[in-house]
């Protein structure tokens, strides 16, 4: 039951404390002895595992393994370990904590409009934990925003949607590697648990917490021991300490190395591992001097998973510790409640006792068992809680073995949830199913001992089925097949329900399906198999111009559609929202057919079928058509209106992708963007060269018109004049628009450092030999109204093995004479690029510096050329 304070709440702890006339906390922030010995044990600070993501995302397989070993052990012993190496950038955290100050900093009014109703707000702004529940206030004011699968922020501060968005889809790449290995250190499948726990449209919500000085620390505190709802969460802070862990009896404090994440394993990690990984307990304390901020990110199931133990972590052993419930309602509950300890997860514990009852079949033991399990059954309170049980008789001793499983809930557990409980129908449900199994099992053994082989029962429909002529089975089986034909249903194949978000989910082309996870693979789709049930994917595309009048059936072999022309052999369908003639884009959506040919024996298609929002189209931009001919092979794109029938096109064999790359891990990125490389050079006969360990080459990629620099020649002049002090150094300037595929892969096969403006060339940068760097530009307006769009490079060079070595952003140019933000945009992204002439020089001396430095320790490193000693995956 709520206690009302007795006095009236502040807005918010920042509010009071503002307010500077505190020289004691309120009486109702009391909550702690001052007196009591600390529980605070120093000793263990330096023991806390950590963890470098980047060995779990690019080291070699045996580093690897090891870190998906510590990885496992953090969790097991300690539910709290550090990241380090985890590649997302200073700024963008630098950014996140500035956006949120700047909104705990608005007026009182103004924050108040995410005061929240209800605890499942999607942006909540609060203090305390849930003031309508508490007896005692916490010093702590927080803004929550659900940020994925759909994204919410405030409006203001200006700005702080895209800042927390970038933050948000850092973390949660941050956070799915973690949960990759994790599940790796237990022997779970990858895609079954992203699956199972509905990754794809996880829960995430990031929790800005601010903790403003106390004038009596010892007596407060920021938040009481808990632990989180998620699978894990990822913290950060302003530069303040106050987070302490609980290890065995005693705490830590933590004080994080800089550029890390702290994370912990929340409860739905201890459900779904069946309690071997479980939820940490924490805490945050609060100090005299500093305002201290976090931002815990939660990653967790999709709210409407219902989450319980993995089968492959419950045995007779081991019987499951918990009972499974709706991702939803445990949040609800739990952040509706007092914040206390595991108090929430305590309520879906089973204390579960399992009674093996081991007699020989005689006619006394039967009885014997009966009345075990007679016993149990009067007690009303245990057959309210069995959870299972089982007869196993063994012939070969000839005894029974009856197994019991009875798992308790306390009374408040089966209230709490709303899960159905055991009713006295459901008992006599129980003891009519027993005794019949028990009735069925004598039986057995009756039939086992005694020697009779034979059944005596007629079966009138078989009778009759044997007796018939065949042509009338004929007509039977035709008129069957007829119908089955007739029954195949052509659906739309893009679903305008799902147009905003044609890269989520299963998606607004063939949107009825669902994808197939298989290993790190990107998910997709493939036909036949035993999700199709055997039927074969037909398409009727004849519309080029609008995807919603192109339609797709499933439909048995032996049942195509009327006037369905058969294709033989294997397709690959392709849906991208963008186009195949952008550089990029259209690697995005060849990438995950160039790790299914390798993955699948290097199957080359026979066709392709490419779609556009559901268009289709005939052909690829001829960079983009080079590339998937050096990957994969020839590419003979299928015009499905010019096949011959008018009818639709079924095919033997089908993979379809629709996501592009979006859901393929990054180890498996990496090695596709390896095999891209090392083919296309091969195609191109580039020649392994044996370079000069000390050269640098250094390459300038010009872009005209939209994103060129405006004055070339002076930033031509100003990276000469750089590599002119470097020994080895030289500058070569070249223009994208002109240069055949073949020249692009050679140039970036002598390139260490690319120096290019924003835009599609840039997708050249994968076919740099490894490790090379990157330096990006962009015209004036970007950062604000691009989105995040905007670091598709970025990433590329982060999966492809690169390294991005940052951006630089023109602070002038033309103001956008428009007030909307899309007119803006589209102003700002054909805008040419200014030079800062200092700046410039600064940069391209510290890039060299650090190239010449890898180099030197190095050596040469002309790696998976044509002619190398290592063939490329998939030559023949
Ligand atoms: O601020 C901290 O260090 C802890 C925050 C926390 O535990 C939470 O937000 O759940
Ligand atoms: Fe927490």
New binding site residues.
């Given amino acids: 039951m709520a206690t009302a304070p007795f006095f009236s709440l502040p807005h918010s702890i920042k509010h009071l404390s503002d307010s500077g006339a505190l020289s004691s906390v309120p009486p109702h922030y009391a909550c702690r002895d001052p007196d009591a010995p600390s529980d605070v044990d120093p000793t263990l600070e330096g023991q806390i595992p950590t963890i470098d993501l980047s060995v779990l995302t690019e080291g070699d397989p045996a580093r690897r393994s090891e870190m998906v070993r510590q990885l496992g052990l953090a969790c097991e012993e300690w539910g709290f370990f550090v990241v380090v190496n985890h590649g997302v950038p200073e700024t963008v955290r630098e950014a996140m904590f500035a956006a949120a100050q700047g909104f705990f900093d608005l007026e009182e009014e103004e924050k108040a409009e995410h005061s929240g109703k209800h605890v499942m707000d999607p942006i909540r702004y609060g203090t305390s934990f849930n003031t309508k529940v508490e007896d005692v206030g916490y010093w702590r004011d927080y803004l929550k925003m659900v940020v994925h699968p759909a994204f919410h922020s405030p409006a203001k501060p200006l700005g702080f949607g895209e800042v927390l968005g970038q933050y948000a889809a850092c973390t949660r790449v941050v956070g799915m590697e973690l949960l990759r290995g994790i599940w790796e250190s237990l022997e779970l499948d990858e895609g079954y648990m992203n699956n199972a726990l509905g990754l794809d449209a996880c829960f995430q919500v990031c929790?800005v917490?601010l903790y403003p000085p106390c004038p009596q620390p010892e007596l407060a505190t920021?938040?009481p021991p808990h632990s989180?709802h998620g699978l894990l969460?990822l913290?950060r802070?302003n530069g303040v300490d106050?987070?302490q862990v609980k290890h065995g009896s005693k705490w830590v404090h933590v004080k994080p190395p800089p550029n890390s994440f702290l994370v912990n394993t929340g409860d739905h990690m201890e459900i779904v591992t069946n309690g071997r990984y479980k939820s940490v307990l924490?805490r945050?304390v609060i100090n005299g001097r500093s305002t201290r901020m976090?931002i815990?990110t939660v990653v967790a199931p999709s709210p409407d998973t219902v989450v319980e133990p993995v089968a492959q972590l419950v045995s007779s052993e081991r019987p499951a510790m918990y009972r499974g419930v709706r991702y939803r309602e445990y949040l609800e509950h739990q952040q509706g409640n007092k914040l206390w300890e595991k108090s929430a997860l305590d309520l879906l514990r089973f204390h579960c006792l399992v009674i093996n009852s081991n007699k020989r079949t005689n006619s006394g033991c039967v009885l014997s068992i009966l009345l075990q399990v007679a016993t149990l059954f009067a007690d009303h309170s245990i057959v309210q809680n069995i959870q299972s049980f089982v007869l196993v008789y063994n012939s070969n001793n000839q005894s029974i073995h009856l197994y019991i499983l009875i798992c308790s809930m306390t009374e408040q557990n089966s209230k709490s949830f709303t899960v159905p409980s055991h009713s006295h129908r459901s008992s006599i449900y129980f003891i009519t199913t027993f005794a019949t199994l028990l009735v069925l099992v004598l039986l057995q053994i009756q039939v086992l001992t005694s020697s009779v082989s034979t059944c005596s029962l007629s079966w009138p429909f078989f009778d009759r089925a044997l007796h018939r002529d065949e042509s009338s089975i004929h007509t039977e089986l035709g008129r069957a097949r007829s119908m089955l034909r007739d029954s195949v249903t052509f659906l739309p194949l893009k679903d305008l329900r799902f147009a905003k978000e044609p890269m989520s989910g299963h998606t607004w082309f063939m949107s009825s399906m669902n994808d197939t996870f298989e290993g790190d693979e990107t998910r997709h789709l493939y036909f036949p198999s035993e999700a199709s049930k055997g039927r074969l994917l037909c398409l009727s595309a004849p519309d080029t111009s609008d995807g919603t009048k192109n339609s797709y059936a499933l439909a048995w072999p032996e049942a195509l559609p009327h006037d369905a022309t058969l294709f033989p052999g294997l397709t690959f369908v392709s849906d991208t929202y963008y186009d195949y003639g952008n550089l990029w884009h259209g690697t995005s959506a060849i990438l995950p057919f160039v790790s299914w040919h390798q993955r699948k024996e290097c199957a080359v298609p026979d066709r392709w079928v490419l779609f556009h929002w559901g268009e289709p189209r005939t052909s690829m931009g001829a960079w983009v058509h080079n590339l998937t001919r050096a990957a994969i092979g020839e590419v003979r794109i299928e015009d499905l209106r010019g096949h011959g029938g008018a009818g639709p096109a079924c095919f033997e064999k089908a993979a379809v992708f629709r996501h592009n790359e979006g859901a393929m891990k990054k180890q498996r990125r990496r090695e596709v963007y390896d095999m891209m490389r090392c083919r296309a050079r091969a195609s191109c006969g580039v020649a392994r060269a044996i370079m000069d360990p000390k050269a640098i080459r250094m390459t300038l990629l010009l872009r005209l018109g939209s994103r060129s620099f405006k004055n070339e020649s002076t930033v031509i002049r100003i990276f000469e004049t750089e590599c002119a002090k470097v020994d080895g150094c030289v500058v070569k300037v070249a223009w994208g628009n002109n240069m055949t595929f073949c020249d692009q892969v050679k140039l970036m096969s002598e390139t260490d450092i690319l120096v290019s403006p924003h835009g599609c060339q840039l997708t050249n940068l994968f076919l740099m030999d490894k490790n090379s760097s990157v330096m990006e530009f962009y015209p004036k307006g970007w950062q604000e109204l691009a989105g995040v769009g905007q670091y598709i490079y970025r990433w590329m060079a982060n999966w492809a093995g690169m390294q991005h070595k940052g951006s630089w952003r023109d602070p002038h140019g033309e103001e956008c004479p428009h007030t909307d933000k899309l007119a803006c945009f589209l102003f700002y992204k054909d805008a040419q690029i200014g030079h800062d002439e200092i700046h410039f020089a600064e940069w391209a001396a510290k890039v060299l510096g650090e190239v010449k430095e890898m180099k030197s320790s190095s050596g040469s490193r002309h790696t998976d050329v044509a002619g190398s000693s290592n063939p490329c995956p998939c030559d023949r």
């Fill in positions: 929790t917490n920021g938040l989180d969460t913290l802070q106050g987070l924490h945050a976090s815990a």
